[in-house]
């Protein structure tokens, strides 16, 4: 496993990335904007933990990473997640498959998964993470996805490495990845609700 290997931390780099934007969402209250760039960046730094998530994810983490992607891209001539919301309302193209609004709000949903994962692992006592997978997937995926999807997901859900196994493919020891995934939780609950505002707020809804 090359993330164990280099002796990265990628909880570390998670929760602190989201830590970040949540205080800048803090400071600039209540009028407050995202830099795409920072935003971009911090949602790569959860890619290696899908990866981690093992060869059932593998699908997942490719569409999670080609939707980052695209975001990062558009960051190169979009300064603030408002104005990229903005342009492809303008453009009237929100839910075109493919467009920067419709690509944030499934990576929204990619983050709001990890949150509920994390809160649920915190939650539970088992070595397994079939439970709280299972859950987080139920809660923010599958209302989304059609049969085929829940189906693969279902099926993934045996392959999940233990809590064990996920922690040492982390880097992490048990009471270090407690702290990192509270902080996760924490502050991407603020970064997600910001951006369910972004999007209520203008009447596009957060349901498709
Ligand atoms: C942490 C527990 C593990 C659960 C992982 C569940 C991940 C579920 C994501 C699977 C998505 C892979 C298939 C792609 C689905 C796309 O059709 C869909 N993308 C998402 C993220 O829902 C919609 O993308 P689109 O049509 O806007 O390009």
């Known amino acids: 496993n090359t993330i164990t290997e280099h002796g990265e931390k990628p909880l570390r780099k998670i929760s602190s990335s989201f830590k970040d934007l949540s205080s800048t969402l803090n400071s600039q209250a209540p009028d407050a ?18 990866r981690c998530l093992g060869i059932a994810f593998r699908f997942a983490e490719m569409d999670y990473v080609a939707k980052v992607d695209d975001l990062a891209e558009a960051s190169e001539s979009i300064v603030t997640l408002q104005a990229m919301v903005d342009r492809d309302v303008e453009a009237d193209c929100i839910r075109k498959a493919g467009s920067h609004t419709r690509n944030l709000l499934r990576v929204k949903r990619g983050l709001d998964m990890v949150r509920v994962l994390f809160e649920q692992i915190l939650d539970s006592k088992g070595s397994s993470l079939k439970n709280p997978a299972s859950t987080a997937y139920s809660q923010v995926f599958a209302p989304y996805h059609g049969w085929a999807i829940r189906k693969a997901v279902a099926a993934g859900m045996y392959a999940l490495p233990t809590k ?10 048990e009471n270090s990845a407690r702290i990192q995934m509270q902080n996760y939780v924490a502050a991407s609950a603020h970064v997600i609700l910001y951006i369910d505002k972004l999007y209520l707020s203008r009447g596009l809804g957060i349901d498709w």
């Open 33 to 50: 904007h995202l830099d795409l760039a920072s935003f971009s960046r911090a949602c790569a730094q959860v890619s290696p933990l899908f």
């Open 164 to 173: 064990a196994q996920l922690l040492k493919k982390l880097n992490e020891e």
